[in-house]
């Protein structure tokens, strides 16, 4: 008897005979627990480790029913529908209440939060501070001290066809949101959104990812801990949980993680018309122009690189694209600089994370042994399966229709292209699908107008990479491939808003020109209104067009 558990397992060393997923909820604390005896155990080379194992069982299997189906997810969401449609959540107490809870849950929790990144990803403390804890304080802290201000109506101008009138646009919150986080910033990725759902007054589900369990559990713990439980969940679990949860009907979906997922999840949503934000990647390209400060700018791509989480991010850079002259100093340079940070011995570093699991290690690896590839590795190469570490590499001149060209790398590999003229890595980028973010280092004012005007992507950074993401003001989201939509700060605030549009109008002003029958004279009248000319519209409301 062959059996297929998607997503329990994470990697085939931790293949046990029993396995649990725990969540806090409304209904208290559900488990998902699968028991039995395996005979034999074996992997399929086709299939991702971190979504399936495929063990032979004996005949006899005991097995526990999942405690969080379809029927639960269900259960779940009627009872969160509930809650926002008692009002509890709509009020500006509630919500400051609940993110005033999240900021006191990250002072206090900071070392657990710390220990949990390190259990994931090895990140290093300040990594981990600065990404993910300092990321989700900031967004919190913002949310306080503007929620007064983004919950107020805006007022806007009337036109003269309602005269006497006004108009303002109200945000109200969409109700019942799903957040499906991701595992690259498990913490910070998953609270951003949930911040902002809670500072529009929604019920929020947020689904943290299986892929970083210490962090899920950590979430799971701390929101039942923090958090008004009858408004905010934390469901945890893998692909079953996910499905489960998919099947209902929200009122949006907020989706972090790759576009095979986000297919799937759009597709889920479509049968309800529900709304989605889907933050996705893509490659991401840095353009480096020869008149640049090389020390400077080497430093911000390994900080956009290597620094950030290894390169597991989907905002890091992918790629660099420069000219032939320039590419032998950017390497020396780039070399340096990564020796500068992380030692001479790159492998026994300890200011890197590790690589997520396994299946990603195994994806790397192939990335880099694929033919007319690894010949191309001018710098690091080194890697170690046990340790989950591959050292910062450089290619030069990968065949353009290499996989590592065409995937997105995520990990920390950087391939670097050689072109003639900068102007024609334009193209080059534009072949490819819209990246979350591009990257120009340049001095010249005509090739950063250029850039801005004819590369299409989410966002982008001139002279820098990443920082993007930490300017509140600016919208975060991808476009195309990478994603749709947008969030943080206000953005954030108005991706889980609906904006209703209101007109008040009084019974003065009533007048019949509006009401059939439209005789000729009320055309005339119609028609001087609409002209927009002072003296035509003066005439018009005095009633000197007559029939």
Not at 112 to 133: G, H, N, R, T
Not at 517 to 531: D, E, F, H, R, V
Request: charged fraction near 25%; proline fraction near 5%.
């Amino acid at each position: 008897m062959t059996i297929f558990s998607p997503g329990l397992f994470k990697h085939p060393s931790r293949c046990f005979r029993s396995y649990s997923i725990v969540g806090v909820g409304l209904l208290g604390t559900f488990t998902y627990r699968h028991k039995y005896k395996i005979n034999r155990v074996s992997f399929s080379s086709s299939t991702p480790s971190s979504y399936y194992c495929r063990a032979t069982l004996s005949t006899t299997m005991e097995e526990v029913k999942p405690a969080f189906d379809s029927d639960k997810a269900a259960v779940l969401v009627n009872e969160l529908r509930k809650t926002f449609n008692s009002g509890k959540t709509k009020s500006y107490e509630w919500r400051i209440s609940q993110l005033e809870s999240i900021s006191k849950m990250i002072d206090e929790k900071e070392k657990e939060i710390v220990e949990a990144l390190q259990k994931d990803l090895s990140k290093p403390e300040l990594e981990a501070f600065l990404s993910e804890i300092l990321m989700a304080r900031s967004s919190c802290k913002l949310a306080l001290k503007e929620l007064k201000q983004w919950m107020m109506p805006q007022k806007v101008e009337t036109s003269l066809a309602t005269y006497p009138s006004s108009a303002e646009i109200v945000a109200e919150p969409l109700g019942v949101v799903l957040v499906i986080s991701t595992w690259n910033f498990p913490f910070s990725l998953s609270l951003d959104p949930v911040i902002g759902a809670i500072a529009a007054g929604n019920a929020v589900v947020l689904k943290p990812s299986e892929i970083a369990p210490a962090t899920s559990s950590l979430l799971s713990r701390l929101v039942g801990e923090y958090m008004d439980k009858s408004a905010i969940i934390v469901v945890e679990g893998a692909v079953a949980e996910t499905s489960a949860l998919l099947e209902q009907k929200w009122d949006k979906i907020f989706f972090t993680g790759g576009a095979r997922v986000g297919r799937i999840v759009m597709a889920a949503a479509a049968k309800n018309l529900t709304p989605v934000t889907l933050e996705l990647g893509g490659k991401c390209p840095a353009v480096v122009d020869s008149n640049v400060n090389l020390q400077v700018t080497a430093r911000r791509i390994v900080a956009g690189k290597w620094v950030c989480n290894n390169g597991q991010a989907c905002i890091g850079v992918d790629y660099i694209i420069t000219t032939k002259e320039l590419a032998p100093k950017l390497i020396a340079t780039l070399v340096n600089v990564v020796e500068e940070i992380f030692g001479k011995d790159l492998m026994e570093s300890k200011e890197r994370s590790r690589i997520i699991n396994s299946f990603h290690f195994k994806r790397l690896v192939n990335l880099l042994e694929e033919d007319k590839v690894s010949s191309k590795i001018v710098f690091g190469g080194q890697r170690d399966e046990s340790q989950l570490q591959i050292a910062p590499t450089i290619l030069l001149d990968v065949p353009e229709d290499s996989m590592i060209l065409q995937e997105e790398i995520f990990g920390p590999l950087l391939p670097i292209i050689t072109v003639e003229r900068l102007e024609d890595s334009f193209a080059m980028i534009n072949r490819k699908p819209k990246p979350l973010a591009a990257y120009l280092f340049s001095d010249d004012e005509q090739i950063k107008r250029k850039f801005v005007q004819n590369i299409y992507a989410g966002g982008m950074a001139i002279n820098d990479t990443i920082l993007q993401v930490t300017v509140p003001t600016l919208p975060f989201g991808g476009v195309g491939e990478s994603g749709m939509g947008s969030y943080h700060g206000k953005f954030s605030f108005d991706a889980f808003s609906h904006k209703k549009a209101v007109l008040y109008r009084s019974f003065a002003g009533d007048s019949p020109t509006r009401y059939p029958p439209y005789t000729p004279g009320k055309k005339k009248q119609i028609k001087a209104l609409l002209s927009g000319k002072l003296l035509n519209i003066m005439l018009a409301l005095l009633g000197f067009y007559k029939d």
